[in-house]
Nanobody, 125 residues
């Protein structure tokens, strides 16, 4: 499985960006696809996740109401629509895939076995 993240950039406070994570290889319907972010000097933190087969979504408190995770089955792509962006959203954003047999929490980076390369999001004040 290979993941390719894109869509980052520089945006002003209150602006929007849509991140994409295109997957290649074998993506099973029982995978969780997640978005994490890491700001300088901080640990990688959970942003949102999508349970592929059930269409169920999960969000960090900081993302609720502003971010939306969605998928495109045909393109095997997961999106993260980010609205009302704030300077504290500035970070490198990573997409990740969680093994279906991994019983770890979807909120922990250690539970995900595949990672994309990251895309920088910078929100100016």
């Amino acid at each position: 499985v290979q993941l390719q993240a894109s869509g980052g950039g520089l945006v002003q406070t209150g602006g929007s960006l849509r991140l994409s994570c295109a997957a290649s290889g074998s993506i099973f319907s029982s995978y969780f696809m997640g978005w994490f972010r890491q700001a300088p000097g901080k640990e990688r933190e959970f942003v949102a996740a999508y349970f592929w087969s059930a269409g169920r979504t999960y969000y960090a408190d900081s993302a609720k109401g502003r971010f939306t995770i969605s998928r495109d089955n045909a393109k095997i792509t997961v999106y993260l629509q980010m609205n009302s962006l704030k300077p504290e959203d500035t970070a490198v954003y990573y997409c990740a895939a969680k093994f279906p047999t991994n019983s770890g929490s979807i909120y922990l980076p250690s539970s995900y076995g595949y990672w994309g390369q990251g895309t920088q999001v910078t929100v100016s004040s």
